[in-house]
Every structure is written in C-alpha cells, then in structure tokens.
C-alpha cells in the first residue's frame, strides 16, 4: 500500500501529528510520501522525518496584533495556484490519501476519485461540541476547505460521538517540576505584546519559543529560537504553560500534568471554541489580555494529574492497514475504553 499524506503546515500540531504517524504507517509496512502546504518551506524545521517530502503553496491565515487578519488573508492567499496545484497533482501511484486539513491533497483525491481520508482535530467538529455555537460554524469550511471520504475526528473528549483521543508523541523526557519556570509558546502575539505581559511577573522565569534566529536572555525573560527538541524538554521540566489555544500543544501540556494558561486566537473558531471546551471540562484557564492578578492565582494552583492517552497513531495504522473496514465509532470506543484503562494505572 502506497499512500499520499497530505499535511497543514500553518500549525505545528498538523505537523506534530504526522511525525507520529510516520513511524506507526511504517510499521505496518505501509509506504508514504508527505506533501505539506500553508507555510514558507525556510519556516519548516525538524523535517528529517519526513524524507523527500513536497511542498505546495496551499492556503494559510495572516494574524494582525494577536488576531486573525481577513484582509490580508484574502490577499495573501492564491486561488488560481491551488486550483493549478490541485490539478498537477497526480494521484496515480497511491492507493489512499490522507489530509490532515491539507486542500491541495484532499481536492486531487477528490477530483480524481482517489479514497481519501481526513485525520485532523478539525474534523471532531463534524459532531456536537460543549460551548458557544461558534464550532458548528466550521463544518461548512471543513467541507470546503480539504473535503475527504472519511473524517476521523480528534478532541480531549469523546462527546458521545464518533471522536477519538488525542494523537500525540508519547512524552520522551522525564517529567519533573522546575519551581518558577514558566514556558510560554504564543507565535501569534508580537514579541513586544509577550514582553509587556512578562516584565511585570519578575518573580518567575519565562522560557519564551518564537521565530528568533538565536537565544536572548532579557532579564527573567529568557527568548529561544524554534526547536522540537527544546521544546519538549522545556515542556517537560516546566511548572506551567502559556499558551494559544491550538490543539496539539494544549494535549501535550495535558498529557505532561501541567497547568495551562491559554489565550485563543481572536477570529479563529476553532481556537475560540478549544477555549471553551478546556474551561468546560475543566482542563485550563483562558484569557485575553495578561493580567498579573489572574497568572498569580492561576500559578498558584497544583498541578493537575498527567493524562495518559492511548496509542491513537498506531491503533490508526493498523486500521488503514486493515482497509478503514472497521467503524470509526467502534475505534473511537475502544480507544477511549483504552484511555480510562492507562487513566486508571497511573492513578
């Protein structure tokens, strides 16, 4: 079986979740090729899983000031080369197409009748969710923006539908609690907003990922360039994370046992309604602007328990391996019956 994983590069959950599906594909002794879009290719980093991987121009977002930017959005964006993407792109040699909320991939197979399936956290919002109305906004767009045969969607909760856990990399560092050290992950702010919300709180260590070509120490503010590794051991040894509200970082910061701290991305339903669930099931704190009085009492709170989600990557694999001929509602069952399980072990 040969198949075409088509990716979203605009976050890096989307491509967070293809670096766990790569290993588990190849043990099933599946080949694929990846094809990423919505991003510059000089802004990728820790590809080397990947291979000889593609790259289209796809669709992406603009942010103004924290927010989403319609404008630039619309201007940014090119129509008539994503149409011509999806139409050079031949799906001959794949037997299967996988879009993580990838259009370029997920239109081809569509057009040329490939079988093609979608595994993103987008599409969970096929399904009924807790929270403002703002989630059932996004089937319209789901189905236009990378339309596929079959939807598997991913959430924190199974919501009596059809939605699996989480597919995240297993935590590969040691999990420990380094007092005061705060990591902070908010590409979407400008580094003078982060600045200003962090100077005041001098009495904690911030650990601040963004687009920076070298590290800079600003007092107890302490700004690192982009790194998968870095990042993980940050996240690992921290007390708390401040972060948007995208789905892939908020379950490793579940998964991990730490506090959230998360803002969501003005404009963007999907982080709007992320927002709304974690507070719904009680799993992280929400704000708009940083306030002192609220990271205080929010710094203050013990840690929560380490969730331990099951192998959703290789249950995954095994079931495309098997032809998708299983139920996604029987598969989101057995996870979740799995997850209650290891919920119960660490316990």
């Known amino acids: 079986m040969k198949i075409l994983y088509g990716v979203q590069a605009t976050g890096n959950g989307h491509i967070t979740r293809a670096r766990v599906m790569a290993p588990a594909l190849a043990n099933e002794g599946i080949e694929v090729d990846f094809l990423f879009s919505g991003r510059d290719p000089d802004k990728l980093f820790n590809m080397e899983p990947f291979g000889d991987y593609q790259i289209r121009r796809g669709l992406t977002f603009s942010v103004t000031d924290g927010k989403i930017d319609r404008w630039r959005s619309l201007t940014q964006n090119n129509l008539f080369q994503l149409v011509r993407d999806v139409r050079d792109l031949s799906l001959d040699e794949y037997d299967l197409v996988i879009s993580d909320f990838e259009p370029v991939t997920a239109w081809a197979a569509k057009l040329q009748k490939k079988p093609s399936i979608g595994i993103a956290h987008q599409y969970a919002f096929n399904y009924p969710l807790p929270g403002p109305s703002i989630g059932r906004m996004m089937i319209p767009m789901i189905r236009f923006f990378a339309p596929v045969q079959q939807g598997v969607g991913l959430h924190w909760h199974h919501f009596d539908g059809p939605i699996l856990p989480p597919l995240i990399e297993a935590q590969p560092y ?7 050290m705060i990591l902070v992950y908010l590409p979407f ?10 100077l005041p709180l001098s009495d904690y260590e911030f650990h601040v990922y963004c687009d920076i070509p070298a590290e800079e120490d600003e007092e107890h503010i302490l700004w690192r360039p982009l790194s998968r590794v870095g990042f993980r051991q940050a996240q690992a040894r921290c007390e708390g994370v401040i972060a948007n509200c995208g789905f892939g970082l ?7 046992g ?16 992320n ?4 507070e719904y099931l009680g799993l992280a704190e929400v704000f708009q602007q940083l306030q002192a ?5 929010w710094v203050k709170q013990v840690s929560p328990e380490p969730i331990a989600y099951p192998g959703v990557a290789e249950a995954l694999a095994r079931w495309v391996h098997a ?5 996604v509602a029987e598969l989101a069952h057995e ?4 997850a209650l399980a290891e919920s119960l072990r660490v316990e």
């Not at 702010?189 to 962090?198: D, G, T």
């Not at 730490?258 to 309604?273: D, I, M, N, R, W």
């Not at 996870?335 to 799995?338: G, I, K, S």
Request: with cysteine.
């Open 174 to 180: 040691p999990v420990s609690e380094q007092a005061g």
């Open 189 to 198: 702010e400008s580094r003078e907003q982060i600045r200003q919300w962090l």
């Open 250 to 256: 908020a379950s490793e910061v579940l998964q991990s």
């Open 258 to 273: 730490k506090k959230l701290l998360t803002k969501p991305l003005a404009g963007q339903p999907e982080q709007v309604s």
């Open 275 to 278: 927002a709304a669930v974690l």
């Open 293 to 297: 009085k609220q990271f205080y009492r």
């Open 323 to 327: 032809g998708c001929k299983q139920s």
């Open 335 to 338: 996870l979740w019956a799995e």
